[in-house]
């Protein structure tokens, strides 16, 4: 059986930490920011660490990279 391919798309959005955790930017602080609440836009700005739940499923997408 071939070997998994690592996503391409998703090694360039998220980035895991020495401990193995994934890191990922908050998404809509794109644009329409005129209509969200400056505590919200502060939030969105930080950076965020993905639920334990959710880092399996994307781990597999990662199988090539090394923390």
Do not use: C, D
Not at 5 to 23: A, D, E, S
Not at 52 to 64: M, S, V
Request: no cysteine; charged share 35%; glycine share 8%.
């Amino acid at each position: 059986m071939p070997k998994q391919k690592t996503h391409k798309g998703l090694t360039k959005r998220v980035r895991i930490t020495k401990t193995g955790k994934i890191k990922y930017k908050h998404v809509g602080v794109g644009h329409l920011l005129s209509g969200k609440p400056m505590k919200r836009k502060r939030k969105l700005r930080r950076v965020a660490v993905m639920a334990a739940t959710e880092q399996p499923k994307f781990r597999r997408l990662l199988a090539g990279k090394k923390p």
